[in-house]
C-alpha cells in the first residue's frame, strides 16, 4: 500500500517560516517524479512546486518563486517544502503527490497518481 503523510503545518503569522515535509511508504520514491499542491477554501487545488527524480530539476509557481523551495531526500523516502516569507494568501491545505510512472517536472495534478491526505497552513495577517 502506497502511502504519502504531509506533516508542518500550522498557524504562523505572516513573514514566518514553515518547513511541509512528505514521508513516502510502501515503495520507494527514488526516481519519481514529486510536486506540491494547494488547495485554499472555495479555491481550486493549484501547482505549487514540483521535482524531477533526482531533485536537480524543479518548478515553481510564480506566486511562491523566491519564497518556497522544494527538496527531497531520497535516503529517507521524504519530500519537503521549506515556505519562507508566508502571506496570508499562502492559506490552503498543502498536498503532496507522486507519480511513479514518470520521471520529469510535473505541474498538472492529473499526471500525479499518489496524493497525501494534506496538512493545513494558516497565515494571520
Known amino acids: 500500500q502506497v502511502q504519502l503523510v504531509e506533516s508542518g503545518g500550522g498557524l504562523v503569522q505572516a513573514g514566518d517560516s514553515l518547513t511541509l515535509s512528505c514521508a513516502a511508504s510502501g515503495r520507494t520514491f527514488t526516481g519519481v517524479a514529486m510536486g506540491w499542491f494547494r488547495q485554499a477554501p472555495g479555491k481550486e487545488r493549484e501547482f505549487v512546486a514540483a521535482?524531477?527524480?533526482?531533485?536537480?530539476?524543479?518548478r515553481y509557481a510564480e506566486s511562491v518563486k523566491g519564497r518556497f523551495t522544494i527538496s527531497r531526500d531520497s535516503t529517507r523516502n521524504t519530500l519537503y517544502l521549506q515556505m519562507n516569507s508566508l502571506k496570508p494568501e499562502d492559506t490552503a491545505v498543502y498536498y503532496c503527490?507522486?507519480?511513479?510512472?514518470?520521471?520529469?517536472?510535473?505541474?498538472?495534478?492529473?499526471?500525479?497518481?499518489?496524493w497525501g491526505q494534506g496538512t493545513q497552513v494558516t497565515v494571520s495577517s
Open positions: 521535482t524531477n527524480w533526482s531533485g536537480q530539476t524543479t
Open positions: 503527490a507522486a507519480d511513479v510512472r514518470r520521471f520529469g517536472v510535473l505541474t498538472i495534478g492529473d499526471d500525479y497518481n499518489y
